[in-house]
């Protein structure tokens, strides 16, 4: 576990997730969820921007381009979902999205039933 990427950060990020998570509980829309989550993430000192727009490249060219949910500290790109449990392929999007962009690590959360979260690292 000591060598995690950006390990600090990302403990900070899920402790953010829970904190909202324990505030909110389950049943709102998407939309209410990233909010507070961005709120709570800047009130714990850190840079968050939202809806980044990220270019996807395929073998050095520009084929697309995709709005992140949030971008954190410009180095983890953060999904959310609310649904009942997260499935792989919700994983396989944030796979997709670490493969395609110059970003290493990304977080998934659920703000579903049952508060769910999976860490994605990509060494590249």
Do not use: P, W
């Amino acid at each position: 576990m000591a060598n995690l990427k950006y390990r600090d950060l990302t403990a900070t990020i899920i402790k953010c997730f829970y904190s909202v998570y324990n505030e909110l509980g389950s049943g709102f829309l998407e939309k209410v969820y990233e909010n507070a989550f961005c709120y709570e993430l800047q009130q714990n000192g850190l840079f968050v921007e939202t809806q980044k727009k990220i270019h996807v490249f395929y073998k050095s060219q520009c084929v697309g381009e995709y709005f992140a949910d949030r971008v954190v500290e410009d180095c983890i790109i953060i999904e959310l979902k609310v649904v009942r449990k997260l499935l792989d392929q919700h994983s396989a999007q944030l796979l997709n999205y670490l493969k395609a962009t110059s970003f290493e690590v990304g977080l998934l959360f659920n703000f579903g039933e049952d508060a769910e979260f999976k860490r994605m690292v990509l060494n590249k």
